[in-house]
């Protein structure tokens, strides 16, 4: 893939993400429990959304204890609340278009909130639609540069049947088509280890550039949707480059 990194200005924010581990294991573990509840099967090797979210839970350092917790709150008696899969879509400062999904037991009260944090940061909350268009949903398992050389990521990623690849400085991206992604992780896994990041998400087909002020807005409007207790991630067509990231750090 060609250009600017469609997924970098999500992965720079990682760090940011770690240093709120207790919350991050909240959300993969919520996660956790829908895998199981939705399809009422609590073995991983029987159920692939499952195998995914512990994937995920491993890839953040949950304890096994937390994961074994999480589906046994799904398979229990009754126990833990029952959460909806809900996506919202609107558009963010710059017209920058936005999509943000959510695991909630309560849709009005996430909805005004994350309706809130729109207009406060200068966006509007949309109708399920309306920005999607300018995505494609899609795989997307993350390395670190130095997991291995382009040559052989490249390599691995297509006897695996990934879609495409980027590497650069900063990492590798490998993008699957959403029915083989978990085919292609467990691939990726076995050729590579563990990845840094795996996850199904939303791929921007344009993006909007944004200069220090826009971004800088951009980002807390991010950073606060992310710190929602319901919301499992956020995606965003936004541009923004290393000199204005550099600048948005001094």
């Given at each position: 893939?060609?250009?600017?990194?469609?997924?970098k200005?999500?992965?720079?924010?990682?760090?940011?993400?770690d240093?709120?581990?207790?919350?991050?294991?909240?959300?993969?573990?919520?996660?956790?429990?829908v895998?199981?509840?939705?399809?009422?099967?609590?073995?991983?090797?029987?159920?692939?959304?499952l195998?995914?979210?512990?994937?995920?839970?491993?890839?953040?350092?949950?304890?096994?204890?937390?994961?074994?917790?999480a589906?046994?709150?799904?398979?229990?008696?009754?126990?833990?609340?029952?959460?909806v899969?809900?996506r919202?879509?609107?558009?963010?400062?710059a017209?920058?278009?936005?999509?943000?999904?959510?695991?909630?037991?309560?849709?009005?009260?996430?909805?005004?909130?994350?309706?809130?944090?729109?207009?406060?940061?200068?966006?509007?909350?949309?109708?399920?639609?309306?920005?999607?268009f300018?995505f494609?949903?899609?795989?997307?398992?993350?390395?670190?540069?130095?997991?291995?050389?382009?040559?052989?990521?490249m390599?691995a990623?297509?006897?695996?049947?990934?879609?495409?690849?980027?590497?650069?400085?900063?990492?590798h991206?490998?993008?699957?088509?959403?029915?083989?992604?978990?085919?292609?992780?467990?691939?990726?896994?076995?050729?590579?280890?563990?990845?840094?990041?795996?996850?199904?998400?939303?791929?921007?087909?344009?993006?909007v550039?944004?200069?220090?002020?826009?971004?800088?807005?951009?980002l807390?409007?991010?950073?606060?949707?992310e710190?929602?207790?319901?919301?499992?991630?956020?995606?965003?067509?936004?541009?923004?480059?290393?000199?204005?990231?550099?600048?948005?750090?001094?």
């Amino acid at each position: 893939m060609a250009g600017h990194s469609k997924f970098k200005n999500i992965m720079h924010r990682k760090g940011a993400q770690d240093a709120k581990r207790a919350k991050v294991f909240t959300k993969v573990g919520r996660e956790i429990t829908v895998a199981v509840k939705s399809s009422g099967e609590p073995d991983p090797e029987k159920n692939p959304r499952l195998r995914g979210a512990i994937a995920a839970a491993r890839a953040v350092n949950m304890p096994n204890d937390r994961i074994k917790r999480a589906i046994q709150s799904a398979i229990g008696s009754g126990d833990g609340a029952d959460f909806v899969e809900m996506r919202y879509e609107g558009y963010g400062p710059a017209g920058v278009a936005v999509i943000v999904e959510a695991l909630t037991d309560n849709k009005n009260r996430t909805a005004a909130d994350v309706r809130s944090y729109f207009n406060k940061f200068g966006g509007n909350l949309g109708e399920t639609g309306s920005v999607s268009f300018n995505f494609t949903r899609g795989g997307l398992i993350s390395y670190p540069a130095d997991a291995a050389d382009a040559e052989t990521v490249m390599e691995a990623a297509i006897e695996a049947g990934a879609e495409d690849v980027e590497s650069s400085d900063d990492g590798h991206e490998i993008l699957t088509a959403t029915e083989d992604f978990l085919s292609v992780r467990e691939a990726m896994e076995e050729a590579l280890g563990a990845p840094e990041e795996a996850k199904i998400g939303w791929k921007p087909n344009i993006s909007v550039e944004l200069d220090a002020d826009k971004a800088s807005t951009m980002l807390k409007l991010i950073d606060t949707l992310e710190d929602h207790d319901d919301v499992q991630a956020v995606f965003y067509n936004a541009d923004i480059s290393d000199e204005v990231m550099e600048k948005l750090a001094e």
